[in-house]
T-cell receptor
Framework: NAGVTQTPKFQVLKTGQSMTLQCAQD?????MSWYRQDPGMGLRLIHY???????DQGEVPNGYNVSRSTTEDFPLRLLSAAPSQTSVYFC???????????????FGPGTRLTVL | QKEVEQDPGPLSVPEGAIVSLNCTYS??????FMWYRQYSRKGPELLMY????GNKEDGRFTAQVDKSSKYISLFIRDSQPSDSATYLC????????????FGSGTRLSIRP
């Protein structure tokens, strides 16, 4: 199992550009989520999905779109990048979207995004 | 005020010391409490998980939850240089972990 994979590892964008951060998992997990991590702010939930075709907003959804057409993939789209979106982005997945919170959540290695 | 407060550190202790990491929170609905460990330039990994109040032990790690004080702790005994990492507390209210709220993380360094 590759676990949770993310591409690219690094990305530099100019203000106003769009891009898609890719996330895939091979564990057949129902629940997937995107977080951003900024210094002193911890991990903040952007969007999450409890299964294919179902997505919902987290704490900081503005400026980001998601879709979930398959169980495996959960891409995050930045429609018009802004310097405030400079951050490290983590994708995560877990097996049981309705069960105990302790069901292990696996994180990907992260994408470091800089918006100039 | 943030829902979850965590001292960012950095915290530096000698090898073999007992380490205490703490978080406070304001939402009394939180019932599930977790500690994640994050090595530099890596994703977080779940270290400990507890439900409601009480203690949980796993090897050198002990997690404590005091819901009456809205305070959680992680203790590391016989600390090792390999424990050097950022430790994030996290918590959620419902059985569905759709919205896990994280603390900002404490950076820990164990000196050989």
């Amino acid at each position: 199992n590759a676990g949770v994979t993310q591409t690219p590892k690094f990305q530099v964008l100019k203000t106003g550009q769009s891009m898609t951060l890719q996330c895939a998992q091979d564990m057949n997990h129902e629940y997937m989520s995107w977080y951003r991590q900024d210094p002193g702010m911890g991990l903040r939930l952007i969007h999450y999905s409890v299964g294919a075709g179902i997505t919902d907003q987290g704490e900081v959804p503005n400026g980001y779109n998601v879709s979930r057409s398959t169980t495996e993939d959960f891409p995050l789209r930045l429609l018009s990048a802004a310097p405030s979106q400079t951050s490290v982005y983590f994708c995560a997945s877990r097996g049981d979207s309705s069960g105990g919170a302790g069901d292990t959540q696996y994180f990907g290695p992260g994408t470091r995004l800089t918006v100039l | 005020q943030k829902e979850v407060e965590q001292d960012p550190g950095p915290l530096s202790v000698p090898e073999g010391a007992i380490v205490s990491l703490n978080c406070t929170y304001s939402n009394s609905a939180f019932q599930y409490f977790m500690w994640y460990r994050q090595y530099s330039r890596k994703g977080p990994e779940l270290l400990m998980y507890t439900y409601s109040s009480g203690n949980k032990e796993d090897g050198r790690f002990t997690a404590q939850v005091d819901k009456s004080s809205k305070y959680i702790s992680l203790f590391i005994r016989d600390s090792q240089p390999s424990d050097s990492a950022t430790y994030l507390c996290a918590m959620t209210s419902g059985s569905s972990a759709s919205k896990i709220i994280f603390g900002s993380g404490t950076r820990l360094s164990i000196r050989p």
